[in-house]
């Protein structure tokens, strides 16, 4: 992987293989070709029981315990990791809160319908904080309030935290603000890998992306200064020559014998007329 706070998105269409890599990485399935490290150790000769305490997995499909309140469950799953016996109930208290289950903490988990038990599940698995947290199809019965909710948690736990996260999702693009990997797979395959800088919550990955108006193009040129210089000089000398226009002499006036231009009448018909010969004197008898 990358490096330790950074958040991996893997996408593409229904059976490309995207839960497939996860199981993978989680130790649910082992795999036929190539490697796979952790810690820069081969995944598969990290102990189970080591490898178990720095890793939380969210998966599509969680079956709910029997005879099990959402407060048990929680418990049950913190107490499970080295790192959070001591200060468990804490963790519950703020996760409970952050996430607003506290509401739920009384009711037994079968109760609860497939978006309050999803949501629970991922609450349980953020309080673990673990090394690194998988997420299955990230937005799977959630609202557009709890994504949203989510995503900021996420994003908090990557670079306060320092929590490794690789998720799945259907929809990469409202996951953009906090998404550092991008990983496309086909056929089983990963068929591209694009990796941006970290994200965050701020105006600039807000607006738009695109260039500025005084920003440097391709080559490194600034779109304004030279341009606009010669685009000044262009106008200066269409200015001076059409000063230059203006001040020349204009033709002599029309003598008692010319006719003045009517209104509306062009001034060119005018000079060619001044240009005839006089008419000429009648005779006298």
């Not at 996408?11 to 890599?21: D, E, M, R």
């Not at 959402?70 to 790192?83: E, I, M, P, R």
């Not at 920003?215 to 262009?234: D, L």
Request: aromatic share 6%.
């Amino acid at each position: 992987m990358k490096s330790t706070g950074t958040i991996y998105s893997i996408t593409g269409k229904p059976a490309a293989g995207k839960s497939v890599l996860l199981d993978l990485l989680a130790k649910k399935v082992k795999h036929n070709s190539g490697e796979i490290k952790f810690d820069g150790k081969d995944l598969w000769e990290t102990p189970n029981k080591e490898f178990q305490d720095q890793i939380a997995y969210v998966q599509q499909n969680v079956k709910a315990p029997f005879f099990t309140t959402v407060a048990q469950y929680l418990d049950k799953t913190l107490n499970g990791y080295s790192h959070t016996q001591k200060d468990k109930d804490k963790r519950i208290d703020s996760i409970s809160k952050k996430m607003e289950i506290t509401y739920l903490m009384d009711k037994p988990m079968r109760s609860l319908t497939p978006g309050q038990l999803r949501w629970v599940d991922l609450a349980t698995k953020i309080a673990a904080d673990t090394k690194v947290l998988l997420i299955d199809e990230i937005e799977q019965h959630l609202s557009a309030d709890s994504l949203n909710n989510l995503i900021r948690i996420l994003h908090r736990k990557s670079n306060y935290d320092g929590v490794t996260i690789v998720l799945t999702t259907m929809n990469p693009e409202m996951l953009k603000k906090i998404v550092s990997v991008y990983i496309a797979m086909q056929g089983g395959r990963i068929s591209s890998v694009r990796s941006f800088g970290k994200k965050g919550f701020n105006k600039s990955n807000d607006s738009g992306g695109g260039p500025r108006r005084n920003e440097s193009g391709p080559r490194g040129r600034s779109t304004s200064g030279p341009r606009s210089k010669v685009s000044s000089n262009s106008r200066s000398k269409t200015t001076s020559a059409s000063k230059t226009k203006e001040s020349a002499p204009s033709q002599p006036k029309s003598g008692p014998g010319q006719q003045k231009s009517a209104p509306g009448q062009p001034k060119e018909a005018v000079a060619g007329r001044s240009k005839t010969a006089p008419p000429a004197k009648k005779k006298t008898p």
